[in-house]
Every structure is written in structure tokens, then in C-alpha cells.
């Protein structure tokens, strides 16, 4: 049986990258046993998130897709991917030809212009900042302000899955479970969030961090893939989210849409009726 093949894919967007997401995703579902290790960056609109992006890309060598409607931006890009041997593909631009072609007219340079501009587009722009400024543990005390604090240890979906709920509006930070340190004082204290505590299996969580050391060329005899480490860990995580009454939702073989979609479901019990 061939062994699965596993290559780095960096997505830059200026947007929400839902575009790039869905294109990746359903080129790669034609290939059998292929898995892309996704690096997403949203909203970059500037030369200072790009320089930060590159050094991300450098770091994991693979393919670079973007959306970027900024000219000078994507020339930016375009030249320090090129000077680094790294292949790159402006996933809007055949289309974005041909319906200028066939209609004679140019097309725009706008931003995100398949959003309109209405309340709704505004609350899931903010929604995603919030998810920015509260990924990984940041501004802990701002997540007073969230709809849903997602908890668990490294390497269950945590970042993405807030992503995906922002584009649905949904203000969502999460927080790390770090072996050796304990969580912090506020999120213990939180009442008007939900908090939600993402499980997942040791076997698989042993799985998904040897494919990201494996992915950055890293040393994987260390306790962030040691088995009986990672068991500890989870056993920890497992614990508390018992202790804390928090609803669990287990990330073992859940895609980040089914998470986000199972997290919603929970959000909506909850909102009286």
C-alpha cells in the first residue's frame, strides 16, 4: 500500500480565505492518500503582515496560493517567492480573466468584493479580528467579550476552528493546556462565554504531531510526540474539562467545519429561545 504523501501548503489572503480553503481543499480531494499540511493567513493587507507570511512560508517550504487584489502586494510576494524557488498560483486570476475577457470589462481591485458591505459582513470582519487578537492564549481577560473560548491542548484545531466560527460572526478565542502550567486565573473565572474543551484521542494526537514535526524537519524524539507524554497530557486536559463542567467535543476524526458546525449547534441550545 503507498505510503501517504504530505506537503506543505501556504494560503494568503487578504480576505477570509474561505475562497482559497474551499479551492485547496477540493483539488486535493482528487488525489489519493495526499495530505496538505495547511498554513492559513488571513487579512494581509500590508508589506509588514507579508514580511511575517514569508517568513512563515521560508520556514516550511511548499506551494503559496493567494488572493491578494493589492497589485503591489502581490508583485511583493510574487518576487520573494520566485528569489526562494517557491511556486506560487493566484487562484482567482483565470477566472477573474475570462469574466473580463467575455464581458470587456476590467475587473476591480477591491478588496474582498464578494462581500457586501451590510451589518452582517461588518460583524463577521470584527468576529475574525477578534479571533486574531485572542488566538493561542493572547488577551486573555478580552475573552469576557467572547462568544466561545475554545480550550485544549497543542494540535487540536484550535486556531482554525475560531477562524471558520468568525466567518460566521462568532467572536471565538481559545487557550492553550501547556504540560507544566496551569491555565490562567481568568478563564477559570469565565460566565458569560461558553467554553468549550476539545478532546482528542492520544493515538491520533501522536499522529497529527509527528506529521508536523515530519513537516518541519524537526527532531520527533521529544515529549511533544513521546506517546506516554502525550497520553499524560491528554489525560490532564481531560480532567479539567470534567472538573470544570465544560461541554467536550472530541476532534479526534472531526474536520474543522464539523467542529465549528458541532460548537454552533451547542451555542444555539444555549440562546434561549
Known sequence: MR?????????VSDSTGETLNAVMRAATAQFERVQAL???????????????????IEGAPGLVWYTLADE???????????????????????????LSRHLGIVASERVAGQHSLNQEYFDRIEAVDFALRHDD?????????????????SRTSKTPT?????????????????????????????KRPMVVGLKISAERLVQIRRQRLMSLREDQDTDYADE??????????NRLFQRMKWPVIDVSRRSVE?????????????RPI
Open 3 to 11: 505510503l501517504s504523501v504530505y506537503f506543505n501548503v501556504h494560503l
Open 38 to 56: 495547511e498554513h492559513n493567513y488571513y487579512l494581509v493587507r500590508s508589506e509588514k503582515q507579508l514580511a511575517r507570511v514569508m517568513r512563515e
Open 72 to 98: 503591489e502586494l502581490r508583485a511583493s510576494l510574487e518576487a520573494q517567492c520566485r528569489a526562494a524557488g517557491i511556486p506560487t498560483l493566484p487562484v482567482l486570476d483565470p477566472a477573474v480573466h475570462m
Open 137 to 153: 492564549g493572547q488577551n486573555v481577560e478580552g475573552l469576557k467579550q467572547a462568544d466561545v473560548v475554545l480550550v485544549g491542548v
Open 162 to 190: 475560531c477562524v471558520y466560527l468568525a466567518n460566521r460572526g462568532i467572536r471565538a478565542g481559545n487557550i492553550p493546556l501547556v504540560p507544566g502550567l496551569a491555565p490562567p486565573p481568568t478563564l477559570m473565572e469565565l
Open 228 to 237: 506516554e507524554a502525550v497520553r499524560s497530557e491528554v489525560t490532564q486536559a
Open 258 to 270: 464539523e467542529t465549528a458546525a458541532a460548537i454552533l449547534n451547542k451555542l444555539n441550545e444555549r
